[in-house]
């Protein structure tokens, strides 16, 4: 357990690691990149190992050095092996390695931690079928273990409901150029998390690939598409930095966020639009983005398209000056914790009034007090209530090592702002 000081009024500069999504799918790509790729100031977290370590075990070589991560592939697409891939608490390398065992032949069993067991999987294992490859859940229920049963993908059409997780299409049009036959995928319902569905269209640009995106509901990936190695720079995580963002708004002080690109298509960054209608004023520069916090009032947000977001939101909510509504993130109840109650529970032990929905919280913004804050092991829960330690006193985190699945220097980081 830590104990998260105050400062009061805070003035800093921070620096944020390279962002875990595009780590995720850029070690994905270039793993089905003949010849050598270096990933230059790639994300080395508890997540992005275990995909490192999910490639490995595809036969893949994988170098993490000083400043970015080396990935040689050797003699074209993956050894024909059976094995087992333990993705312990990382989501994104469960979906993106399970379709990846769809491209080479042979027996994959892919496992996780007890929360991953409960994680649904189910419309990526049917799109996978569609698409001529033998997946299915062991317990019959839609979630990991999974097995991968593969003799190649042969392609055509695979039809996937979008409400639940978009990494489920990340994953497949990821794998998609090397179908036998074109592949195109329809999304039947909304789409949840558009924006990392457009990161992965752009890692995929990057490495040589193109995708047709018809409105976000059909797409169409041509056969016979090769990803080329190349150098790639990963830009910072907008994700990671919302925190210190937030730590402006809520000590009403400055902080500026370095190692971000300005124009990321990451949706994350939305949060600075978010701020400034909540009274802060936002500057941004080249390559850095500066907030200012002034006197906070209550916003009413649909956070669809920023999921990731939502705990820092609902933090930084806590110490407006009103009723703060979110809305539409229904698929928050399955990710590392079930983050809408969680967030209820823990925002209730800071004496702030709030309403569970079913899909949405309705927060009154008050006076907040210090309290012991469950993680339920989410590192976003952990990094959001770190923050609110730094305007009142007695905030207590504990599990405080989860954020080593994202942001392993984020107690560092923290730091800085002292």
């Known amino acids: 357990m830590i104990e998260v000081r105050p400062i009061g009024h805070c003035d800093g500069v921070v620096a944020v690691p390279g962002s875990k999504s595009y780590t995720h799918r850029a070690l994905i790509v270039s793993s089905l990149a003949e010849g050598e790729s270096f990933l230059i100031n790639a994300l080395r977290c508890e997540d992005t190992e275990r995909t490192v370590e999910g490639l490995k075990k595809f036969g893949v070589e994988v170098h993490w050095e000083s400043d970015g991560v080396r990935v040689l592939v050797k003699g074209g697409v993956f050894k024909a092996t059976d094995g087992k891939v333990d993705v312990g608490n990382s989501g994104t390398s469960m979906r993106f390695l399970t379709a990846l065992a769809a ?190 916090g002034r006197e906070l009032h209550g916003v009413n947000v649909d956070m669809n398209e920023m999921p990731d977001l939502v705990p820092t939101l609902a933090v930084t909510a806590a110490f407006a000056q009103g009723k703060t509504m979110i809305r539409n993130i229904g698929q928050l109840r399955l990710k590392e914790s079930d983050r809408i109650h969680a967030l209820a529970v823990e925002l209730s032990k800071m004496g702030i009034r709030i309403r569970e929905g079913e899909d949405g919280l309705e927060i009154e913004g008050g006076k907040a007090r210090g309290a012991e804050i469950e993680t339920y092991d989410d590192h976003r829960m952990a990094m959001s209530f770190a923050i609110a330690g730094l305007a009142v006193a007695g905030m207590k985190i504990k599990g405080e090592r989860c954020v080593d699945k994202s942001f392993p220097g984020f107690w560092e980081t923290l730091k800085k702002l002292y």
């Open 103 to 292: 491209v080479k032949m042979g027996i994959t069993l892919l496992d996780g931690s007890k929360r991953m067991t409960k994680r649904p999987i189910g419309e990526l294992i049917n799109g996978l079928r569609e698409l001529g490859v033998k997946a299915y859940s062991r317990g019959g229920n839609d979630c990991p273990p999974v097995i991968v049963e593969s003799q190649g993908l042969k392609g055509g059409t695979a039809r996937i409901r979008g409400e639940e997780s978009s990494q489920f299409l990340s994953g497949l049009l990821i794998v998609a150029p090397y179908a036998q036959r074109d592949v195109t995928v329809e999304v039947t319902g909304s789409l949840a998390s558009k924006p990392y569905v457009d990161i992965t269209q752009d890692v995929m640009s990057a490495f040589g690939v193109e995708v047709r995106n018809q409105g976000y509901q059909s797409f169409f990936i041509k056969a016979g598409q090769r990803y080329l190695p190349r150098e790639y720079r990963i830009e910072g995580d907008a994700s990671s930095a919302s925190y210190f963002f937030s730590a402006a708004a809520v000590c009403r002080g400055r902080v500026r966020v370095e190692n971000l690109n300005t124009a990321t298509v990451q949706g994350d960054i939305g949060f600075l639009e978010i701020l400034e209608r909540m009274g802060c004023w936002v500057t941004r520069g080249d390559g850095w983005i500066e907030v200012s």
